[in-house]
Every structure is written in structure tokens, then in C-alpha cells.
């Protein structure tokens, strides 16, 4: 062989090995892995269901499971009046489900904790519905976020391994608020660790504390999405009638919308965050998730509220939010003028037939529809927001705790090193560069700034310059640009891919114009009635 072809062979195969080497290190560092089923500690959810079903006929609860499955919360409440059923059944049927099919069966693994006092709850609440009963919410067991503060008898983990048997003190604003509504809270929902912000190699659904939550529509096939992903499963498998997650950038539409369930992220200002593990106290909120857009509207009353602890509440915007559910009319397209963010033709062709039927449905209900919407996301990030929040607003939050195991993000870092297969099993890079973040506050407060207004311009071009109602948005694909600016959305199951996989149609409107939101999704939601249940 020349000189020269063994040269060029040397070149070429030293090329090819830091190709090789380069999509080794992507792949290995940047691509998230594949969920595996994996369940730790099932005992922690099991021990406190057995305990309390021991002495329930569980004959019984077979019988009323079909009513109960798929029931809204105006169904049950009417089931109660007419004596077909008791708020204890109600939460024994529950109870047996999760045990049945979240850590046996098909094993989606989406609850952490069972508050081993529900079924005493649930029986109280039977013996004093005659006198007390004062809300569509008196009786409903809800299940929260494993990130949402809930005192003296359930741990609060943002699930992490590290927090995991921590209880807090004192219940979050909003879960005294749904206990002022005559709710209580049957457990807690997995979640993606630390609100999907340890490793970029983490699959959606993925905790520490336990272990991997799966898509009941495809569980190992579909993703969850995250982070809320555990509170989006437990509502689609009816493990309860309603759940809170918590959303910074699609945390709650994601999810809701790839297990075909109605989520909203409201408006920065109307919910407020005190008692939630933070992760960006800038974009943060918690939102109501639920199977129908009645029943999110429903908990969204519940759920807003002023807290002179959280100074981003606005007291004045959440009157004016609160309304009539009674009032959502499946005339509520009639006349709006939608913006489509999407192209039929760019989307994955599983989807197209969904993304082209969400456009027909829309105009079948009274919309007129603005097509070929282009937006612009330069001078907007997330990023630098995030992790410069982390690290700050982490901190703050466990200084404040009197009983945490850690008290700063370094002190996490630390602990799940000593044990990085169980405690941190696809890495902890995220932590780590927000813990050595050297980003200024001024630079901070700069891309803050900035982002804020060119995602407020980009959606005001055409949410007030061009008079739409709302805009349209396959998933979770530009919420981006709502959630810097703290616009609300709203997903609503839109159908189902070719593979079977939900697809969502996500409404994005001005802030605090939630009751418009409601308006568009019941209408869309009347006029198509795309979710089907998932088969367990």
C-alpha cells in the first residue's frame, strides 16, 4: 500500500474513532436511558392499604368499582346523595386499585405514600356530611405531588432518596385550603427527582426514593413525561378523581397530556407555592389535574388563594379569577378565533391525523382558526434561570425546615455520592452545575428580564395586538414561551396517535383569564369526548 493511502486510513480512522467517541460521550451523557421497571420499597405503599382494607369487604367494593371508575366529581357526589355509596367505599375502592394495579399488575409504580389515617378520614367525613358538607370537594380524596408539604404523618421528598422518610412540620397553603374545602389527601404521586433536574440521562418518572412511574397507555412503550408524571397516572388509572403537580416548564402539561388527562398551569400569581419544594421560585406554580375539564376547574377553586407567605400571590387577580363552574357551556368555542402553533405536515406522522382532526374539531365547534403562527424564541432561555433558582431557593427552603436530614444542595450532592447507584442512579450532573453556577444576580436578573419580554411579545402579538381568544398547541411543544412569561395553559385529550400513544391539545391564553381557558377546553372537550381509559 502507498505511503499516502496508509496516511489517509490513519487520518480516516482516527476521524471515525472521535466520531465514534463523540456520539458515545452524547449519547451516554445527554440522551435520557430507557424506563425499566423498577419499584423500591413497595412495603411503604402495601403496609399502610392492608391495614386499613383488613376489615372492608372487598366483595363489595368490586361490585361499586365500575361506578366509581371514570366517575367525575359531580357523579360521585350523586352516587353519595342516593346512598349507592359512602365516602369510605369510595376511598377503599381507591386504596384497592393502587395496590392492585400501581404496585402489582401492570405495576406503574405512581404513588410514594398512603396516608394511613384515609379510610378513618373517609368515615368521619360520611358521619358529618349532614351538617358540614359545603363544597363539591367535601369527601374527595386527592393525591399531591411527592414535592407538596404534608404534616405528621406523610413524607415529603421531592423524590429524592435523601428526603425520603422526612415529614414536614406543617401542611402546605394549598392542602389547608382543599382541608378548609372538606377534601383530604389520600397519598402522595411520584414524580420526577428533584422536578427532573438531577441528570439529563434520567428518564421522565424516575425518583430515587420509588423508583420508575409508567404510562398506563403504554407502560415501557410511551413516555410519562415529567415532572408530575406520578399525579398524571394516578388520575388517568383512576387511583383518585383529582391530583396537584406542580409545573416550572411543562411539568404539568406534559405529562397530562401524553396520559391523555386535562391539566392546566395556571397564572403566576393565583396558587400559592409556600410548603412546595422549590426548583425555580421564579417560574414555579402548582396546577389542578384531573379526567375532565369540569372537575380541573373545580379543584382550580379550591386551589387559588392570597398567602401573605408567598409574596407573588396577587389578591385582587385571584378574585376575579374565581367563577361558576356551573357556568362552562359547550357553546364556549362559538365565535373565539383560535392561533394553530403547529403545522399538520411538521409533526411526527403517528400524529398527523390527530393535529389535522384538533383544527377540524375546533371549527365544528364555532372557532374560526389563524393558521401559519411562527414563533420566535430568540432572547428567551430557561436554563441560567433554573439553575441559579435551584441552588438559591433549594437552600432557603431547607434552612427554613427544622428537621431535614441536609441543609443545602452542596450537602445533597454530598450524601448521594456515598451511594451513587441506589441514591442517585443516572447521575446528579444538573445538581452539581447548579451548585457551582457562577452566574451573577445582575446577569441573572438580565436573562431574566429579557426572557420575560420576548416571550410576552412574541404570544401578545397575537393574544392582544391580533385579538385571538386563545392559542393552540399540540403537548407541550412551545410552553416554553407561557410558562417565562406565566401565561396559563390548558391541555385537553385531543386523541390518540397511531400507535395508540394520547395526544393532547394545549390552550394557551393572557394571564388570569383561566375562566376563558375552561370556556374553550369544556367546549372542545363536549364537542369531541376524545379520552378513552386506559386497560389495566
Known amino acids: 500500500m502507498k505511503k499516502w493511502k ?44 392492608d391495614k386499613q382494607l383488613q376489615d372492608i369487604d372487598r366483595n363489595i367494593l368490586k361490585q361499586k368499582e365500575a361506578k366509581v371508575v371514570d366517575a367525575s366529581i359531580e357523579d360521585i357526589q350523586s352516587m353519595i346523595e342516593n346512598g349507592e355509596l359512602t365516602y369510605e367505599q369510595l376511598t377503599a375502592i381507591y386504596l384497592f386499585r393502587i395496590k392492585q394495579h400501581d404496585q402489582n399488575g401492570i405495576a406503574l409504580n405512581a404513588v410514594t405514600e398512603i396516608n394511613p389515617h384515609a379510610i378513618k378520614e373517609a368515615r368521619k367525613l360520611d358521619q358529618n356530611r349532614a351538617q358540614h358538607k359545603q363544597s363539591d370537594l367535601y369527601g374527595i380524596p386527592i393525591i399531591v405531588k411527592d414535592n407538596i408539604q404534608t404534616a405528621h404523618e406523610m413524607p415529603t421528598s421531592a423524590g429524592s432518596y435523601v428526603l425520603k422518610d422526612w415529614i414536614a412540620d406543617t401542611d402546605a397553603h394549598i392542602i389547608d385550603q382543599l382541608k378548609e374545602q372538606g377534601a383530604f389527601i389520600l397519598g402522595k404521586g411520584n414524580m420526577s427527582e428533584w422536578a427532573n433536574f438531577t441528570s439529563q440521562k434520567a428518564p421522565n418518572g424516575y425518583s430515587g426514593k420509588k423508583g420508575q412511574n409508567l404510562n398506563p397507555y403504554g407502560p415501557l412503550e410511551f413516555n410519562t413525561d415529567g415532572s408530575s408524571s406520578g399525579s398524571a397516572t394516578v388520575t388517568a388509572a383512576n387511583f383518585t378523581p383529582l391530583a396537584i403537580g406542580t409545573e416550572t416548564t411543562g411539568s404539568i402539561i406534559a405529562p397530562a397530556a401524553k396520559q391523555s388527562i386535562v391539566g392546566l398551569r395556571p397564572s403566576l400569581g393565583l396558587i400559592s407555592r409556600h410548603g412546595i419544594i422549590p426548583l425555580s421560585e421564579t417560574l414555579d406554580t402548582a396546577g389542578p389535574m384531573a379526567r375532565t375539564v369540569k372537575d380541573t376547574a373545580i379543584l382550580f377553586n379550591a386551589m387559588i388563594g392570597y398567602d401573605s407567605k408567598d409574596s407573588l400571590t396577587k389578591e385582587k387577580k385571584i378574585q376575579e379569577a374565581s367563577f361558576d363552574v356551573k357556568s362552562l357551556s359547550v357553546d364556549g368555542l362559538k365565535g373565539k378565533k383560535i392561533g394553530i402553533l403547529y403545522s399538520v405536515e411538521d409533526q411526527d406522522k403517528r400524529k398527523q391525523a390527530v393535529a389535522k382532526k384538533i383544527k377540524q374539531d375546533l371549527k365544528a365547534a364555532g372557532a374560526t382558526l389563524v393558521d401559519n403562527i411562527k414563533m420566535d424564541y430568540e432572547g428567551i432561555e430557561n436554563v441560567s434561570i433554573i439553575k441559579y433558582d435551584f441552588k438559591k431557593d433549594l437552600n432557603d427552603y431547607l434552612e427554613q425546615q427544622k428537621t431535614t436530614p441536609v441543609k443545602s444542595l452542596q450537602d445533597i450532592i454530598q450524601y448521594n455520592e456515598k451511594d451513587k447507584e441506589r441514591r442517585i442512579k443516572y447521575g446528579q450532573g444538573l445538581l452539581k452545575q447548579s451548585e457551582d453556577s457562577s452566574l451573577t444576580k445582575k446577569d441573572f436578573e438580565a436573562i431574566l428580564q429579557s426572557s420575560q419580554n420576548n416571550s410576552k411579545k412574541q404570544l401578545d402579538k397575537y393574544l392582544v395586538e391580533k385579538g385571538l381568544n386563545a392559542l393552540v398547541m399540540i403537548n407541550n411543544e412551545h410552553v416554553l414561551l407561557s410558562a ?11 386523541g390518540y396517535d397511531d400507535n395508540g400513544e394520547p395526544v393532547g391539545a394545549t390552550f ?21 369526548k376524545n379520552r378513552k381509559a386506559p386497560k389495566l
Not at 417565562?484 to 385531543?494: F, H, K, S
Not at 391564553?509 to 363536549?526: N, S
Open 6 to 49: 496508509k496516511i489517509a486510513h490513519v487520518i480516516i480512522g482516527i476521524v471515525l474513532l472521535f466520531i465514534g467517541g463523540g456520539a458515545y460521550y452524547v449519547y451516554h451523557t445527554f440522551i435520557p436511558a430507557n424506563p425499566e421497571r423498577i419499584i423500591y420499597d413497595k412495603e411503604r405503599v402495601i403496609e399502610p392499604i
Open 484 to 494: 417565562i412569561a406565566g401565561y396559563p395553559e390548558l391541555t385537553v385529550p385531543a
Open 508 to 528: 394557551i391564553t393572557k394571564p388570569f383569564l383561566e375562566q376563558d381557558l375552561f370556556q374553550i377546553g369544556y367546549a372542545y372537550e363536549q364537542k369531541t
